[in-house]
């Protein structure tokens, strides 16, 4: 891959542009530069150009004057570029630069990285059209009329060609739609060859751009009194100002209260005049009209809280010096701040990012949930006002843009966001925090793979930035690059005020089992402690990291349980809806009322989700106030943010939810905390199941007793021993890493070897066992000085998804830089022996092994 050069326009203008396409390649392409483009193209415009047969989307990465010397390349048989989408490239290089490292790190294609790297909706997209051709007019008016409806293949064409005649040009799938068909039709190719009508493509309109809207503003008036009206006209213009009506008075009156300018619609409303009067004063030259770009703020309505200024402990001044003291003299160093649970890091962030403010400098703060933002980004806008822009999915296409917009121009110089935040064109970015650096959302889990903690550290050593880490549970990479050196670290040991932490206790629900002599959700203890938490006005959370209603259903008459068509695992039964759900593919169907095999019906619902648990206690507790927080309540944005901030208010007792609940979020009300089950994870085959049962036990522990009060913490289980549990009930880092890096480094598992996971994928099983095996022969062959240790193929641990058979490879070494090697040897002797390379999914660095 070549890196985008620094061009200058002093320079001869370019011919040639390289250019990345957003698809599964990771090599560049050359093409052409018109005449016309030469001037105006930049690194990181967007462009059309022909891939193969059909033109598709591409960014510019570099520009050549000439053809390199030694190239292979014929210049005769060189493409031109179609279009030139950008004159203004919305990649700014230090953008286009960390896309390019993590296209060459990942193995990623560069063209999907920048794709992901950009605003949803601003990137082009390119559609097959087809319309009707000269010779395909004079057969209509040759031909008897069509037949609406008409069965016969005649009747079919002649509809066809009225509906382009009379209607223009179509995007293909819609013009299928109108005929009745639901994909290209084998008439529809005959009619091509036979020059009736012709398919093209064309660009289609990018569906986001700045909102505008009407405005009016007050005519700018010199110290005499008039905008530049010669003087022989301003006795008219005087005696037009003296005989204003009261609705014009008012309309003046309005404009001059609201900065001389406002929406037409804004003024209509707030001066109470009709559109007739504005349309006077803009004939008589005392206002004018123009467009408004209006901004499409994501925190438009909300009420912000009231800014508190706190004293800092020991702790946090000598972290938040630290910080300083770095990002003053513009030096990069990555920094742990491994603070427990209500210690105050989020404070530290938001004086660090202050002071870089101060200094005219950018800052950067990712955050792994959407569920983090609600609260946390009015905190921050309270501090930073406009200066703050917010990142995350569940923000319209229009609100992103316009926050990138924002960013990209400078009028905001600090971002949150989630995982692609990560690509913000923050100007003079001079600080960058991961907060809880642990969590593995920050793992894209599709194609471009790339984790953004890494990203950010490589981001920060780029462009001279401080990285601070921040976590109370952090991974074991990150802590082990603390204590090597490599991490400056950082410690808040205790919580501010000198708060103690939550009492965690563990109930051996063996024993529950024994008493009761059946299975139960709840034990009694938790019960009675919800209980006593209502008596005292506090407030409970309630911690199951499992969606839905039921986990299956099972008929009890055959044994027959209900199974996604697509994937290895069975239907999830969300009550709400009555529907079955695959919770990797997104299949949905009907719940049924009999067994769909013998007919019986005995249907069991078996295990239970949060939408089960919320029944259950609203049940039990009817006078109690309860929510739930989950990703299907957070795909309604509004609903979501709408229960985290009534939980925060006090205005809901009980809060039911996921791992989404289990970190970040300041509750200082929250007293109890109540973990249903958290066995099903220390189960899973991944050598890091127990890390993340301690971090998340530990996370969601450290949400009782943030506020005078203290807090409890009940984690009901059937492994009371197990050292995850032992450790995070103890809330003992310390102890917990010390028994983890032992198995880590006996089982040669991260951080001391690197790993990198290849997954094969096929809808045929044998084809993909196929491939598995010769993907492993190369591997081995590449892998002549033995510098890797490759397992596999085996069958993925869920072994087949989203319609796919899935088998994987391992590889693990104690150099990335050979394990490189070895795969992109392996990959290309692969490729050329003629196999599809997109069958292979390649992740270094992998977060999860299922």
């Known amino acids: 891959m070549t890196s985008a050069p620094q061009s200058s326009r002093n320079e001869a203008a370019p011919q040639y542009a390289q250019v990345a396409v957003a698809v599964h390649l990771t090599k560049t392409y050359t093409y052409r530069l018109t005449a016309a483009m030469q001037k105006a193209a930049r690194a990181g415009s967007r462009v059309i150009v022909q891939l193969g047969r ?192 009261e609705a014009q008075k008012r309309l003046i009156e309005t404009l001059r209260a609201n900065g001389d300018e406002m929406a037409v619609s804004d003024l209509i409303k707030t001066a109470k005049v009709s559109e007739s009067a504005i349309a006077t004063l803009l004939k008589r030259g005392v206002i004018e009209a123009f467009e408004a770009e209006v901004r499409r703020d994501p925190l438009a309505l909300a009420k912000l809280p009231d800014t508190e200024v706190f004293k800092l402990t020991k702790a946090q001044a000598a972290a938040l010096q630290a910080i300083e003291k770095q990002a003053s003299e513009q030096k990069f160093a990555t920094m742990l701040l491994h603070g427990v ?128 880490l921040g976590s109370a549970t952090p991974s074991l990479e990150s802590f082990h690059n603390a204590q090597s050196g490599k991490y400056q670290y950082l410690n808040l040991p205790d919580r501010v ?39 005292r006005a506090e407030q409970t959370i309630i911690l199951l990291n499992r969606r839905g209603y039921s986990s299956f259903i099972l008929c009890r008459s055959c044994g027959e349980s209900i199974s996604c068509p697509n994937c290895d695992v069975t239907l999830t039964y969300h009550h709400g809806d009555r529907t079955l759900v695959c919770h990797y593919c997104n299949h949905h169907e009907r719940a049924p009322s009999q067994c769909p095999v013998c007919t019986s019906k005995f249907i069991y619902y078996i295990g239970e989700g949060t939408e089960q648990i919320e029944e259950l206690l609203r049940k039990r507790f009817p006078e109690l106030r309860i929510g739930r927080v989950d990703r299907d309540t957070k795909q309604r944005r509004h609903e979501f943010e709408t229960t985290l901030l009534d939980f925060a208010k006090g205005e809901i007792d009980l809060l039911v939810g996921t791992q989404m609940l289990a970190k970040g979020h300041d509750f200082p009300n929250v007293t109890l905390v109540g973990v249903v089950s958290i066995d099903a994870g220390l189960a899973l085959p991944d050598f890091r199941a127990a890390e993340r049962a301690f971090q998340l036990i530990t996370q969601v522990a450290g949400r009782a007793g943030r506020g005078d009060l203290p807090g409890r913490v009940l984690i009901q289980t059937y492994h009371p021993h197990h050292y995850a549990l032992r450790h995070a009930c103890a809330q003992d880092y310390r102890g917990f890493y010390d028994e983890e890096i032992r198995h880590r480094r006996n089982h040669a598992f991260p951080p001391f070897v690197a790993l990198a996971l290849m997954l094969i994928r096929h809808k045929d099983r044998s084809r993909a066992n196929v491939i598995a095996h010769e993907l492993r022969n190369a591997l081995v062959k590449a892998n002549d000085a033995h510098a890797c240790r490759i397992l596999g193929p085996a069958p993925a641990p869920f072994a087949r998804l989203r319609g796919e058979h899935r088998v994987q490879l391992l590889v693990k070494t104690r150099s990335r830089k050979q394990m490189r090697a070895v795969i992109d040897q392996a990959m290309k002797s692969f490729e050329v022996a003629g196999n599809d390379l997109r069958a292979v999914t390649l992740e270094v660095d992998p977060v999860s092994m299922m």
């Open 497 to 535: 005020a000198n708060r103690p932490m939550a009492q965690a206790e563990m109930i051996d629900m063996r024993e529950v089992f024994a008493r009761r002599k059946k299975p139960a959700i709840f034990s009694d203890q938790l019960l009675e402690a919800i209980e006593h938490t209502r008596s």
């Open 54 to 245: 059909k033109p598709t989307t591409g960014y510019i990465v570099a520009l050549l004057p000439h053809l390199r010397t030694g190239t292979s390349l014929i210049e005769s048989e060189i493409k031109d570029v179609q279009e030139l989408l950008d004159v203004d490239p919305p990649l700014v290089p230090e953008v286009l630069e960390i896309s390019r490292w993590v296209a060459d790190y990942y193995a990623a294609p560069w063209g999907e990285v920048m794709r992901a790297a950009l605003p949803a909706g601003i990137n082009a997209a390119v559609e097959q059209t087809v319309s009707i051709t000269p010779r395909g007019r004079e057969q209509l008016q040759s031909e008897p009329p069509a037949v609406a409806g008409g069965p016969d293949p005649a009747s079919v064409r002649n509809r066809a060609l009225q509906l382009l005649a009379d209607e223009g040009e179509f995007e293909v799938n819609a013009f299928c739609l109108r005929l009745g068909a639901s994909k290209t039709p084998k008439w529809l190719r005959e009619m091509e060859q036979e020059g009736l009508l012709a398919r093209s493509y064309r660009t289609r309109a990018t569906p986001t751009r700045a909102k505008r809207r009407k405005a009016v503003r007050m005519v700018k008036v010199s110290a005499d009194g008039y905008a530049g009206v010669p003087p022989a006209q301003r006795t008219k213009q005087a005696g037009r100002l003296r005989t204003q009506t």
């Open 341 to 468: 649970t209500g210690s105050g890091k989020t404070e530290v962030y938001i004086r660090a990012m202050r002071d870089a403010l101060k200094m005219g400098q950018g800052a950067m703060m990712l955050v792994p949930e959407i569920a983090l933002t609600p609260i946390l980004s009015r905190r921050l806008r309270a501090h930073f006002g406009d200066q703050i822009a917010i990142f995350h999915s569940s923000l319209s296409k229009g609100e992103r843009f316009d926050e990138w917009s924002r960013l990209r121009s400078g009028a905001a110089r600090i971002v949150l966001g989630t995982r692609s935040a990560v690509f913000a064109p923050v100007q003079n970015l001079a600080l960058i925090i991961v907060d809880e650096e642990h969590d593995t959302s920050y793992r894209q889990e599709e194609s471009p793979f790339y984790n953004a903690r890494d990203t950010a550290i490589v981001r920060g050593q780029k462009e001279s930035a401080v990285v601070v």
